[in-house]
Every structure is written in structure tokens, then in C-alpha cells.
């Protein structure tokens, strides 16, 4: 902790008493943005948990199926049938603010005309149901997949900014805060010293005046 180099005035007193609330205010609104940033990302992170949970099962389950599509279709089936995919339209996404942090926001996408619910036909004569069903499951995780993405993105973002928060804070709790109290009590002594002695000096006068009289 140490003293900011200012005169011992009046003047400065006032200056750094204005300046020492404006810093506690400072520090209260970032400790509320910390508490408000931290629950946030602690929400964040459980649903991100518990979505990253099924989608990874599902996955488990479409990794098995599509070695069982592999068995029977083999590297070039499963090459014609992606040719044939019906591309799924990637979603909206927009941003929100929360507490000055920009996080991205799915919106829902529009219903896809003509849609079958899978990407991929196999052909006539070919056993296509193994492809078929990872096909469907693919589908089905593409909204999720962009969902678990979008909370990903939200932690991250949120635990940066909490980041910056908490170091702001330390540094007004740390340094700042207590270097203008240091300075406020150093300045106020002073100035208290002083009046002392000038009311010492006044007295002795006024003693040496009665004193000549």
C-alpha cells in the first residue's frame, strides 16, 4: 500500500474523498456484475453438462449404427448415399447482451418444406435402413449439436468477462481503495497538524501581546 503523491491541501483532500466514493461505488456495481456473471455461467454450465450427456449417448448410438451401415453398403454405399443428402438449413443465430457480454442466441428454425425426416434414401435393392436410421439420428442432433455449441460459447465468453471482473475488483480492493484511504488519512494528519500549530502560533502571540500590554 502506498501514498498517492498529492499535496497535503485542502483542495486535494476533497478531490481524493470524492474520488475514494466514486471508487466504492465502482467496486459494489463490479461485485454485482461478479455474483450476477458467476451465476450465470454456473446455469450455463449445468445445462451445457446435461445436453453435452445426451448428445454424447446419442452419438455412442449413431456410431454403432453406422457401423453396422458401413457392413453393409461398404465405403462406396455410404459415399453415393451423402452425395444424395438433403442439406439441413444451418439456424439463426443472433446475440443478447447480459451484464455487457454478448452471448449467442439460437433461433428456432423454420420448419423445412418437403423435408422427410432423413437425409439420406438408400437405393433400390441396397440395405440402406442401418444408413437410414444414422441418417435420422444425425438430424435429430443437428439442433442440439448447435444448441450445445451455443452454450459452449456462453461459458466461454461469461468466464472471460468474469474474469476481467474479478481482476478489476482486486485491483480497486488491493490497490486503489486502499491507497486513496492511505492518502485521505495521511493529508487529513497533516492538515490537522497544521491547524494545531497555527493555533499554538496564535495563542503565543496573543500571550505576548497581553504579555507587552
Same mark, same amino acid.
Given at each position: 500500500? %502506498?501514498?498517492?503523491?498529492?499535496?497535503?491541501?485542502?483542495? *486535494?483532500?476533497?478531490?481524493?474523498?470524492?474520488?475514494?466514493? =466514486?471508487?466504492?461505488?465502482?467496486?459494489?456495481?463490479?461485485?454485482?456484475?461478479?455474483?450476477?456473471?458467476?451465476?450465470?455461467?454456473?446455469? =450455463?454450465?449445468?445445462?451445457?453438462?446435461?445436453?453435452?450427456?445426451?448428445?454424447? @449417448?446419442?452419438?455412442?448410438?449413431?456410431?454403432?449404427?453406422?457401423?453396422?451401415?458401413?457392413? &453393409?453398403?461398404?465405403?462406396? @454405399?455410404?459415399?453415393?448415399? &451423402?452425395?444424395?443428402?438433403?442439406?439441413?438449413?444451418?439456424?439463426?443465430?443472433?446475440?443478447?447482451?447480459?451484464?455487457?457480454?454478448?452471448?449467442?442466441?439460437?433461433?428456432?428454425?423454420?420448419?423445412?418444406? @418437403?423435408?422427410?425426416?432423413?437425409?439420406?434414401?438408400?437405393?433400390? @435393392?441396397?440395405?440402406?435402413?442401418?444408413?437410414?436410421?444414422?441418417?435420422?439420428?444425425?438430424?435429430?442432433?443437428?439442433?442440439?449439436?448447435?444448441?450445445?455449441?451455443?452454450?459452449?460459447?456462453?461459458?466461454?465468453?461469461? &468466464? *472471460?468477462?468474469?474474469?476481467?471482473?474479478?481482476?478489476?475488483?482486486?485491483?480497486?480492493?488491493?490497490?486503489?481503495?486502499?491507497?486513496?484511504?492511505?492518502? #485521505?488519512?495521511? #493529508? *487529513?494528519?497533516?492538515?490537522?497538524?497544521?491547524?494545531?500549530? &497555527?493555533?499554538?502560533?496564535?495563542?503565543?502571540?496573543? %500571550?505576548?501581546?497581553?504579555?507587552? %500590554?
Amino acid at each position: 500500500m %502506498s501514498r498517492i503523491p498529492l499535496p497535503a491541501t485542502k483542495s *486535494a483532500l476533497l478531490r481524493l474523498r470524492a474520488d475514494l466514493e =466514486f471508487l466504492e461505488a465502482g467496486r459494489e456495481l463490479l461485485d454485482q456484475k461478479r455474483e450476477f456473471l458467476n451465476d450465470a455461467l454456473l446455469t =450455463f454450465d449445468r445445462e451445457a453438462f446435461a445436453l453435452r450427456e445426451r448428445v454424447e @449417448g446419442e452419438l455412442r448410438e449413431t456410431s454403432a449404427e453406422l457401423a453396422e451401415a458401413h457392413a &453393409a453398403l461398404g465405403d462406396d @454405399g455410404l459415399q453415393r448415399l &451423402a452425395l444424395a443428402a438433403v442439406p439441413l438449413q444451418p439456424p439463426e443465430v443472433r446475440e443478447r447482451s447480459l451484464m455487457g457480454v454478448a452471448v449467442p442466441l439460437l433461433l428456432p428454425r423454420p420448419e423445412e418444406k @418437403g423435408a422427410t425426416g432423413s437425409v439420406l434414401v438408400a437405393s433400390p @435393392g441396397e440395405s440402406g435402413a442401418a444408413a437410414a436410421q444414422v441418417s435420422s439420428r444425425l438430424r435429430r442432433l443437428a439442433e442440439p449439436l448447435a444448441e450445445l455449441g451455443a452454450l459452449e460459447s456462453c461459458c466461454l465468453r461469461l &468466464a *472471460a468477462e468474469l474474469a476481467r471482473t474479478r481482476r478489476k475488483l482486486n485491483a480497486l480492493e488491493v490497490v486503489h481503495i486502499p491507497n486513496h484511504r492511505e492518502t #485521505i488519512r495521511f #493529508i *487529513a494528519d497533516r492538515l490537522e497538524e497544521r491547524e494545531r500549530e &497555527a493555533l499554538f502560533q496564535l495563542k503565543r502571540v496573543k %500571550s505576548l501581546q497581553r504579555a507587552r %500590554s
